[in-house]
């Protein structure tokens, strides 16, 4: 059954003859149900469909998916070369997300419109996208008939290298998910997926503890361009979740169909139906998660975590502790901080390699700590000095460029991936300096303040700096602060398994009183932050990054004593407005008695 | 009449199990998904149809001598409507507005429930006897109610009180008042007299009435006219720089507002305040041509203050674009959403 797991990396060309041989070779296979891997049924090809679906197709296609999928479907149209992962080249029809066998074409049946039902796997896709990727759920805008529609244009005159309708090359062995009782996620059952995943070498790939960090540089797809293992912490960007991210049956489909075009292979026939249980149980068991141990709530409109704009700042008595791991900082809860590409001003930064941030914070007497912790397949350090200066953000002169729009394939995003020159993976957040003289909702800008209302910024870089820089402004080069550098603090910073936790202290103020000069931090009050995240491995430098929206930061000051006070004599209030007011009620009645 | 009152039962009943389901996270909210730029419509429906399945069932419960007292009803209806604010809307609505709501839903009841002398007697009965407490059950009732409603104020003030650190509340303009002109790349465009120069027909004339004729359609999908495809080798004029404007979104603008032009782009889950909607019949179809050019020129950065412009991220594209790139853009963005600009007469 070996054919099944044969995985094709070569070129195009190779490619296409390897598949052939295995299309040939699993037709004799058929027949035999002992031969299936285990879970597998064989199916029947869906019936071409009517001509009349695919002219209305056509015209669904040119209206909305020709701009990044192209006129021939070959993914390169107007939108591909500044996207990665490139948009989906139809033409070999290699898909990823499918219920059938590795290397087989995905399921397609013009007449099966129950969304959900595992039987329409390119519906599926089209209805709910392909999180992580550009491609978006059509759902709500699409009707069901219209995404019925554009899939049999595309499955007929796109997909050119194979037919879905030919009996003689294609086949269907089909993953039958419905029917398959999933093993529930119990201790065991997750602890023995943590064993098979170092056993099936799953590791090697995507990292020991998931992070997609375990051949971070190696891997291609099909068509030569770089990509990179799933990140099991970010259960929301697989493309396969159907937007039903902690849902373990995506993982069980992908883990046991593969992922075509990809060094994904499918496992079905070297695992059990138990053991790939047991291993989406652990995989899932690794999202990220709240506190208590339940699922991250989902932003509907986003498919992304709900974001809350406040980090808070808990008190502590006495030192803050160094170490992530102890007490007081388990018990302070954490902020998802979602990350953008910097895309206002050149050069902007179409793929941001660092999607969001985690971020924790207490304070004591003198300063305010920020732990930052984010997922990074690749630990950046620049090899010899580079060549520009820390405080300068203008560093499109050596060679820090944003993606020209239209180069084909070899020059666009997706080729550059892993061939950038390496700066320093780095972290920075920005306060403004006199914000209590700027009434809220005013703020000096997102991007390193503006000339009337200056940013306090602090950055650390993967070499070990730890920088306090005045921000004037997008354009402008930073102000360097020496005398306050020596107060900031890096409590630690270490990369572990495609984690970055850094720890930064700073002083709750400048040397005087006044905020003319530093961000003066004042307990209860809101004070807006913006986060910035450079990926050295993705070119990012200057102001090729990663940037948050607007937060805020706020010391929580402890309870003041009115907060019991007062709610203890209203309650009184209420208990003596009952009494008067029963007795005015007996009163009455007794007066209508008499 | 029963039938139809049976009906309406049923549709109550499955309303409020699947309010139910959302509110306890069992039914995904998005079972029912709002509709864009139809929301106020469909939520104005929703809750005819929840009360038509309300009337269904109290009149089912009376001719099976079960009757609801007139005082639940009331109770009961107004906490639906404050669950249904609560659970079904998204995204959410703040605690601040659903107050709002909260009151008129309250008055709108109490009008119901005092139509006229009966009804009233009828609402305030329940009310009386826990009151008066003449049975025994009343007491018991009455006991409870004057140890819980001290306690339940006083926590409720304690909660209130509490330093809290929710989110603060700010209120951005959207669409704020435009300058009368505007310069970009060295030339001045006067807002009111400025035109498209590529809302062009076959003979290079502006001509609103022609480029309306080949918009995609309304309704679900926006699908491009039939014949009016811009990617046509042999289109011209209008068509062709339609398909130029989208080849420019495509390199540069969908990342936030979207491959369907919604502002739901690969970057905009990060990004507050969040990308303009282009399908929202409240943005550029409400709209003028030149102000979107002032917009798009002048980006986040070029905001009057009350549109926050320290915290949009929108590019001022005069740095990455051309005149005619942007005047392309937003041909494209009219044509694929199948609006008109709107004009100054």
Redesign the interface.
């Known amino acids: 059954m070996s054919k099944f797991r044969v995985n094709v990396k070569a070129s195009p060309l190779l490619g296409a003859a390897l598949g052939a041989l295995l299309i040939s070779a699993s037709a004799v296979g058929i027949g035999h149900a002992g031969d299936l891997p285990e879970g597998f049924a064989k199916g029947e090809l869906a019936p071409a469909p009517p001509a009349d679906m695919i002219e209305a197709g056509k ?2 296609y ?3 998916c ?3 999928h192209g ?1 021939d479907g070959a993914g390169d ?3 591909a ?2 996207l990665w992962p490139r948009p989906r080249n139809f033409n070999q029809g290699t898909f990823k997300i499918r219920h059938t066998a590795s290397g087989e074409l995905p399921l397609f049946n013009y007449n099966e419109k129950t969304p959900g039902s595992g039987k329409n796997d390119l519906f599926d896709t089209v209805t709910h996208g392909l999180p992580g ?4 759920p ?6 069901e008939e ?1 995404r019925i529609q554009v899939l049999s244009f595309v499955t007929t005159q796109l997909v050119k290298d194979r037919k879905f309708t030919d009996k003689q090359s294609e086949t269907q062995t089909v993953l039958q998910l419905g029917t398959i009782k999933p093993a529930e996620a119990t201790e065991d059952s997750v602890k023995k997926g943590a064993q098979l995943i170092v056993d099936k070498k799953c590791i090697e790939c995507h990292g020991v503890e998931g992070r997609g960090d375990g051949n971070a540089f190696n891997l291609k797809d099909d068509w030569g361009f770089s990509i990179q293992p799933a990140n099991w912490h970010k259960c929301w960007n697989f493309r396969g979740s159907r937007q039903d991210p902690y849902n373990v049956r995506n993982i069980f489909r992908t883990f046991s169909t593969g992922v075509n075009g990809t060094p994904m292979p499918s496992f079905a026939d070297s695992t059990s139906v138990e053991d790939r249980w047991n291993i989406a149980n652990f995989v899932n068991s690794l999202c990220e998660r709240d506190e208590e141990g339940k699922p991250l709530g989902i ?6 975590p709900k ?4 980090v ?1 700042s808990a008190p502590v008595e006495g030192e803050i502790s160094s170490d992530p791991e102890n007490e007081m900082w388990k018990k302070q809860g954490r902020r998802y901080v ?9 050069p ?1 930064n ?1 793929v ?1 390699r660092i ?1 969001d941030i985690w971020v924790k914070s207490l304070y004591n007497e003198k300063s305010v700590v920020y732990l930052i912790q984010w997922d990074d397949r690749t630990k950046s350090i620049a090899e010899g000095k580079l060549p520009w200066a820390p405080t300068q953000v203008n560093v499109e002169n050596f060679g820090v460029k944003e993606q020209a ?2 180069t084909g394939e070899e020059g666009s995003i997706a080729a550059a991936q892993n061939n950038y020159a390496v700066y320093n993976d780095a972290i920075a957040f920005q306060f403004p300096i006199k914000w209590q003289e700027i009434p ?7 991007l390193f303040g ?1 000339a009337k209302f200056n940013a306090d910024i602090l950055k650390w870089e993967a070499d070990g700096s730890l920088r306090s820089f005045k921000g004037t402004g997008w354009d402008q080069d930073f102000e360097e602060r020496d005398d306050f550098e020596e107060k900031v603090k890096l409590l630690k910073s270490e990369w572990k398994d495609g984690r970055w936790t850094v720890m930064i202290s700073r002083p709750l103020k400048g040397n005087k009183d006044d905020y003319d000069e530093y961000t003066r931090f004042d307990i ?1 009050k ?1 004070i807006p932050m913006v986060f910035f995240a450079w990926d050295g491995h993705n070119g990012d430098a200057g102001r090729k990054m990663a ?4 937060y ?1 930061t ?1 010391l ?2 402890p ?2 004593q ?3 006070i ?3 004599i ?3 209030g ?2 003596f407005l ?1 009494g008067w ?2 007795t005015r ?1 007996a009163n009455k ?1 007794k007066g209508k008695v008499l | 009449m029963k039938a139809l009152m049976s009906v309406g039962a049923l549709i109550g009943v499955l309303g409020l199990l699947m309010l139910i389901g959302m509110i306890f996270g069992v039914v995904p909210s998005n079972t029912v998904r709002l509709v864009e730029g139809y929301m106020p419509m469909q939520v104005l429906s929703e809750l005819a149809v929840f009360v038509a399945g309300f009337t269904g069932l109290s009149y089912l419960a009376n001719s099976m001598g079960m009757a609801f007292p007139r005082f639940w009803q009331g109770v009961l209806f107004w906490a639906f409507v404050q669950m249904y604010l609560k659970f079904r809307i998204y995204p959410p609505i703040p605690f601040s507005v659903r107050a709002m709501y909260g009151v008129v839903s309250f008055v709108a009841v109490f009008m119901w429930v005092s139509a006229n002398e009966e009804d009233w007697k009828k609402f305030r009965q329940p009310i009386l006897n826990v009151l008066d407490a003449n049975t025994g059950f009343h007491k018991a009732l009455r006991t409870m109610y004057l140890i819980l409603v001290p306690l339940l104020i006083g926590g409720f003030s304690f909660v209130t009180m509490k330093p809290s650190v929710d989110e603060p509340i700010e209120l951005r303009t959207v669409h704020p008042a435009p300058p009368a002109s505007t310069k970009v790349h060295g030339k001045t465009y006067t807002l009111q007299t400025s035109q498209n120069p590529y809302r062009v027909n076959l003979e290079g004339k502006y001509d609103q009435a022609y480029s309306n004729k080949l918009i995609v359609e309304q309704g679900m999908g926006r699908l491009m006219a039939p014949n009016a495809n811009p990617w046509d080798e042999k289109a011209e004029g209008y068509l062709k720089y339609v398909r130029e404007g989208g080849e420019i979104f495509f390199q540069n603008c969908h990342f936030c507002h979207g491959d369907n032009l919604n502002g739901r782009g690969l970057h905009a889950f990060a990004f507050n305040p969040i990308p303009a909607n282009f399908t929202d019949p409240g943005t550029i179809a409400q709209l003028q041509e030149t102000f979107i050019f002032w917009r798009v020129a002048k980006g986040g950065i070029g905001l009057p203050n009350e549109g926050f412009p320290w915290a949009s991220v929108m590019p001022p594209w005069e740095q990455h674009l051309t005149t005619d790139e942007i005047w392309k853009v937003i041909l494209f963005e009219y044509w694929h959403t199948g609006y008109y600009p709107r004009t100054w007469d």
């Open positions: 015209r669904v040119f209206t909305k020709v701009w990044c006129v149209g107007p939108g070369d500044r990727s550009a491609m978006p059509w759902e709500g805008i699409l009707t219209q932003d509907p409109l986003t498919d992304k974001i809350n704009f406040v808070p979602a990350m953008g590409g910097q895309i206002t001003h050149k902007r179409f941001n999607d729009p239209k809220a909702p005013f703020k000096p800008r997102y503006d209860g809101y940037v948050s929206a607007f805020y706020i929580q000051p309870i003041p009115e907060v019991y007062y709610p203890a209203i309650a009184v209420v208990v009952e007011m029963l009620r009645k």
